[in-house]
């Protein structure tokens, strides 16, 4: 359990607080609009005042990630070590049990987790001298252990599809820059395409990211304002070429920001 947190622990430690400061409670919208007006201006003050500084926030943010998944692969290999190299193929085993021929079958949910085994009790006997009688107990905990690992057995399976498919998601991303676009108008469709377009085309990979948790934080009404608000600082002319956008960074200059072309 502690090392499932973890990645939660980091991540709060690395962010600090961020987006709810700058949130500032526009989550829900629900206030004045003087006070709604103000705290957007404060928001955009930051946004435009920290231009190219939060390429670590997201770097950040993908390395705990990462390390769910690296936490999980972890956990399956401790497990596995423990089960005496029976655990990482547990499930497999289990869901080929039936299709074993009747005279080969070795059930492994009893290998794993034996429910009888011998015992040896130590008694007295008449003559008061200690005598050990051999017998069969009954595990009975073995029986409900069988069973819990087969589901933490598949949880982990799962989680471990989900965050390869998160992780090559996230290179997506990274990778590919119209796919930012896409997903900043899918986010919240009040934003205009050629908002979306203009704001992942202007911001590094970095102030993007930012942009894109705002999204998840923020009003989307008052989100799409602050977007609108945000391009109209974007230069005519990275505006244009909506379709002449390549499907890579290779027109990303050394500092980071889109060059000219």
Not at 105 to 127: E, L, Q
């Amino acid at each position: 359990a502690v090392a499932c947190y973890t990645p939660k622990f980091l991540w709060d430690m690395f962010e600090g607080g961020l987006l709810r400061t700058i949130v500032m409670g526009l989550n829900l919208g629900i206030c004045r609009e003087e006070e709604k007006k103000a705290k957007k201006a404060v928001l955009l003050g930051y946004l435009r005042n920290h231009m190219n500084r939060h390429k670590m926030y997201a770097i950040r943010y993908w390395m705990c990630e990462s390390l769910c998944l690296v936490n999980i692969i972890a956990q399956m290999w401790l497990m596995n070590k423990f089960f005496d190299g029976e655990f990482m193929s547990y499930g497999w085993n289990i869901m080929n049990y039936s299709e074993t021929p009747q005279e080969q079958r070795v059930d492994p949910m009893v290998y794993v987790f034996p429910r009888i085994t011998k015992c040896i009790f130590h008694k007295y006997g008449a003559s008061g001298s200690i005598q050990k009688h051999d017998s069969l107990c009954l595990l009975p905990l073995n029986i409900v252990n069988e069973k819990t690992y087969i589901f933490i057995w598949f949880w982990y399976i799962a989680l471990i599809i989900m965050l390869v498919g998160l992780i090559i998601y996230r290179a997506m991303i990274i990778m590919l820059p119209r796919v930012r676009a896409q997903i900043l108008n899918a986010r919240n469709r009040m934003v205009p395409r050629d908002v979306a377009f203009a704001i992942s085309k202007y911001l590094d990979i970095g102030d993007w990211w930012l942009v894109y948790m705002l999204g998840r934080n923020l009003d989307p009404i008052i989100y799409r304002d602050v977007l609108s608000q945000l391009a109209e600082d974007i230069p005519e002319e990275d505006k244009k070429d909506e379709h002449n956008w390549l499907w890579s960074d290779e027109l990303l200059g050394d500092d980071g920001g889109w060059s000219d072309y």
